[in-house]
């Protein structure tokens, strides 16, 4: 998504190393054929996500991967995060549980879900 918006690491230590080496012409020359790879990749990945969003609409199971799809990678993002917390905690020494830790963390996170209701409005309104 970002290819063209901010310079490539990658390439800028090619070319650094390029020029350490004496090796512009060949240095550029990797850069060029890299760029052109990266172009292949965003059109096709262009292309593959157009096509696929009008394959998608045509199914009735993609509805209900709408409809859940949000909360179960949020479910699996707080897990993910409680989880971590939690062996943060083991890991500075500090004296508790990591799974107490992982528990409360967890119920923070749904406590702040269940605080906050999020309706999602999905009716259109006429221009």
Do not use: D, K
Not at 16 to 40: H, K, T
Not at 74 to 84: H, L, T, Y
Request: glycine share 12%; with cysteine; charged share 5%.
């Amino acid at each position: 998504m970002s290819g063209g918006v901010a310079p490539c690491p990658a390439a800028l230590v090619v070319l650094l190393a390029a020029v350490a080496l004496n090796q512009v012409a060949y240095g550029i020359f990797v850069i060029v054929a890299f760029s052109f790879g990266l172009a292949a990749t965003l059109t096709g990945l262009g292309i593959a996500v157009v096509r696929g969003a009008s394959w998608l609409q045509g199914r009735p199971q993609f509805e209900r991967f709408v409809t859940y799809g949000p909360l179960v990678s949020a479910i699996v993002i707080s897990a993910i995060g409680a989880v971590m917390v939690g062996q943060g905690f083991a890991e500075r020494g500090i004296a508790a549980s990591p799974l107490l830790v992982t528990l409360m963390t967890a119920l923070a996170i749904a406590g702040y879900a269940f605080s906050h209701p999020f309706a999602h409005n999905r009716s259109v309104e006429a221009a």
